[in-house]
């Protein structure tokens, strides 16, 4: 059973960083696919970055130069570095392993002004 917890969100000022966690079981973690998406209140899901098995990255422009992904295989974890952070940037944070099609629970992201 694929499992993901995502834990480290909070409430931080605009200008301020925060680092996601993501943990996960039940999937070779080594090789999967792992994303990042967010969803601000009364928005779709959009998708933020993902880091590949072998270490390649890809970030949306919204958040490129600002927010980092890199992943800690002996961990099974994916970390989501987020700096200069904005007030736009508020929402519940998702990670998702694309190769099980498996969302964790989600993580809140306040930026205040």
């Known amino acids: 059973q694929v499992q993901l917890v995502e834990s480290g969100g909070g409430l931080v000022q605009a200008g301020g960083s925060l680092r996601l966690s993501c943990a996960a079981s039940?999937?070779?973690?080594?090789?999967?696919?792992m994303d990042w998406y967010r969803q601000a209140p009364g928005k779709q899901r959009e998708w933020v970055a993902l880091?590949?098995?072998?270490?390649?990255?890809s970030y949306a422009d919204s958040v490129k130069g600002r927010f980092t992904i890199s992943r800690d295989n002996a961990k099974n974890t994916v970390y989501l570095q987020m700096n200069s952070l904005k007030p736009e940037d508020t929402g519940v944070y998702y990670c998702?392993?694309?190769?099980?099609?498996?969302w964790g629970q989600g993580t809140q992201v306040t930026v205040s002004t």
């Open positions: 880091m590949t098995g072998s270490g390649g990255t």
């Open positions: 998702y392993v694309r190769s099980r099609s498996v």
């Open positions: 039940g999937v070779i973690f080594s090789i999967s696919v």
